[in-house]
């Protein structure tokens, strides 16, 4: 009889941190709304926060909407969440709603501005359908409270 393989917990796949357009801006673009920190210095914090909650991440940033369906989509196979920040394209993009669909994964949008408290165009949201929670007008803080909430969602 051979002996059975030692128990391991199941490895995780990374959590996909995707951010839209502009968001390479942060630091430099409208700071009175969006603050100083840069792009860099949320993946710092974001990456430290990971490894705290014993979470692999990626991340990612795209001007592009397709570039953003396509990691969308080879996220179903490579990601277990997503965090998503889609800028612009929050209040625009039907592909990037269907490509949240199609990836059957829990997703958190994010956003450094309270959407609601900005102009009325800016109040609809694509992804908020498919979204198991929105985060919005706490800064650059929403993304750690995201990792946060979907490291409980993934342990669930």
């Known amino acids: 009889m051979a002996a059975k393989a030692a128990q391991r917990p199941p490895v995780r796949k990374p959590v996909l941190v995707l951010n839209g357009p502009n968001l390479n801006m942060l630091g430099k673009r409208q700071p009175q709304i969006y603050g100083r920190e840069t792009l860099a210095d949320v993946e710092e914090t974001c990456r430290a926060e990971a490894a705290r909650l014993g979470l692999a991440i990626e991340f990612a940033q795209s001007n592009h909407e397709g570039v953003l369906v396509d990691l969308i989509q080879a996220a179903r ?8 920040n889609a800028g612009a394209y929050t209040h625009t993009s039907v592909a990037l709603l269907d490509a949240l669909n199609a990836a059957e994964l829990p997703a958190i949008e994010v956003h450094i ?12 949201s694509y992804i ?6 929105v985060i919005a007008g ?15 969602l993934l342990d669930r």
Do not use: D
């Open 113 to 124: 501005s309270n959407i609601y408290k900005r102009e009325p165009f800016r109040h609809r």
């Open 77 to 84: 196979e490579k990601n277990s969440g997503i965090i998503i």
């Open 128 to 133: 908020s359908p498919v979204a198991v929670g």
């Open 138 to 152: 706490l800064g650059t803080q929403g993304y750690l409270l995201a990792l946060q909430a979907l490291a409980r």
